[in-house]
């Protein structure tokens, strides 16, 4: 799943397909490999799952990237804790590559661009409008 739809624009539609992009539904499979491909980034991280309702999942032409935060899980070490305050608070984005695999692709800056994913160079601008640029409703 991803989060929450995104804001209507101004035409008062919300946009689900933009010309080369289209957003999907994450299944728990996607989700898997996301984390996974998180996990090998950062291996000192290993009790941790997509924060829920923060999940985007989406592709443009044949590369598939997605965008979450992370939290912790039960079993978190103290230092795994420690990690998360900073790296947990921001959105982490990934994409598939030529064989099909996931990378972790960026993180968001420190304070959050106002512009969300669609600050993200390595998310397509399309994309990124597709995701309402990864706001969620808290």
Known sequence: ??????SPTETGRTPTYLPGCRNLTATNQVK???????????PRL???R???HQFFYGQCGGVRYAAT??????GATEEELVGMQDEGSAVKYFRTT??????????DA????AHGCGAIPQIPRSLAAAWGNCSVAH
């Open 32 to 42: 898997a490999e996301v984390t996974g491909a998180y996990k090998r980034s950062f």
């Open 110 to 113: 420190f304070p959050r661009d």
């Open 69 to 74: 935060r992370f939290e912790p899980t039960s």
């Open 98 to 107: 030529s064989d099909g695999g996931w990378i972790y692709a960026a993180s």
């Open 46 to 48: 290993v009790h941790l």
């Open 50 to 52: 997509p924060a829920p």
């Open 1 to 6: 799943m991803r989060a929450e739809a995104p």
